[in-house]
């Protein structure tokens, strides 16, 4: 027998101790012994390259795996980091799609940057829009399928949701515009193909234009006739204002288009953390898209969990973690994650994401799913008779009584 806790101990320079490498039994017995814990010779675990030392030192999970890890899974990580980006005057966005990342197919995301008055065109799409704010602060306009406009400021830890087909702009605001990362609920979608309103005038008739606005065509005459996407404009006026201006006919909606998330009152809140959730029941208006925005504080593990609803699209924000995901096989795959990275987890996958570094570590995660929802590991366990979950894992019933039993979000909790 060997000890679990032997079979943890690797030492800095990544040699695994002498008990660890007799535990064999670890991964798939049906395959030749995998893993740094199967690995016995001194050289295994050196790397005499050539490599990117910048880059090795970004992922040090990759170059060498905790020894519990075992198997091939789909690449997890991308970035939007080095993501090419399209700049115009006003701002830049940047975007990782399926086709740059094979398994985010429910999730596209956009990362983008708009001057203090920069505007991104008024479009619409094909994909429902979901957005949080990284930096300063936008107005968003929209316009829902009633008819009723809606016009708001969102500021850093704000979100807003904008459904398929419904037209939108934002612009950022002073002192220095804004910069957010946009999820579209759609692996295909682009920031790319979006309906602008330039190219529909543009490609429209004049005649037609002046029937269907009731004007004289020449009002046309100096329309662009390239597209704007996005362009630097004027700052806005107060929001009163814009609001007064768009509200002379017609409702207002319901519920409101944006949620502050960022200053929402926690789902959960331990010592090591606090998980903060927007999905349908408390942003209404988001019926597709649910989210988590995690904070690990140093030395802290968002536990052991899994999501039975959807995927797992992560965005990082701040700090560094390294997340592990269990599939069957047995699989265990470990990447490590800095702030503009993204991450994702299939349905159902068993995952854990530790803070690695010395500061709070934060991530969103965004689930295209209209309510969040989550199994914790441990509420699991000691939610089933200690008795048969003691036969399981040989851990006496005393022990088991001492695990969390209300799904914490974050650990240690106290
Ligand atoms: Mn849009
Ligand atoms: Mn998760």
Redesign the pocket.
Known sequence: MFSRRDVLVVSAAGAVTASAAKAASFGNPDLPPQGAINAKGPGNLRDPGPQSEALAKQFPSAQFPPPTDVGGMPMDWASFNNAPKRVQNGGWARQVTQEDFAISDTITGVNMRLTAGGIRELHWHQAAEWAIMTYGSCRVTVLDAEGRPYVADVNEGDLWYFPAGQPHSLQGLGPDGCEFVICFDDGDASEFNTLLVTDWFAHTPPEVLAKNFGVPAEAFAKIPLQNLWIFQGKLPGDLASDRAAVGKTGGVPPHPFIFRLGSSAPAKESKSGVLRVADSRNFNVSTTIAA?L?TVRPGGV?EM???PNAD?W?YYIKGKGRMTVFNTGPNAMTMDFNAGDIGY?KKNLG?Y?ENTGDTDLQFI?VFRASRYE?ISLSNWLTHTPPALVAQHLNVDEATIAEWPDNAPGVMPKA
């Open positions: 988590a995690v968002r969990h899994w999501h797992e992560q987890v995952h994401v995660g989550e």
